[in-house]
């Protein structure tokens, strides 16, 4: 059975980081693209990133140069680092393995002084 759970979600104030994991059982990362997406409150669900098989990484405009997703293939985890965050950054986060359409539960980002 796939498994893909989020974590690393928080309160941070605006300006501050918060990286976000994405542990995953039943499949590999190494050999799937995947991708984050994030969804707030009221909105409409949109891709954040995206990090193919060959390390590929791909960003919606509004957190290039601010987020970074990375891999690490010995722990079969993908990570979304995101620094300088804003409160429009505020939403859950999900795991996606692209082909299979497999989600995690999401983990929940709150940007708020």
């Known amino acids: 059975q796939v498994q893909l759970v989020e974590s690393g979600g928080g309160l941070v104030q605006p300006g501050g980081s918060l990286r976000l994991s994405c542990a995953a059982n039943g499949i590999r990362f190494s050999t799937n693209d995947m991708g984050w997406y994030r969804q707030a409150p009221g909105k409409e669900r949109e891709l954040v990133g995206s990090?193919?098989?060959?390390?590929?990484?791909t960003y919606r405009d509004s957190v290039k140069g601010r987020f970074t997703i990375s891999r690490d293939n010995a722990k079969n985890t993908v990570y979304l680092q995101m620094n300088s965050l804003k409160p429009e950054d505020t939403a859950v986060y999900y795991c996606v393995i692209v082909r299979f359409n497999y989600w995690g539960r999401g983990t929940q980002v709150t940007v708020s002084s």
């Open positions: 990090l193919t098989i060959g390390g590929t990484t």
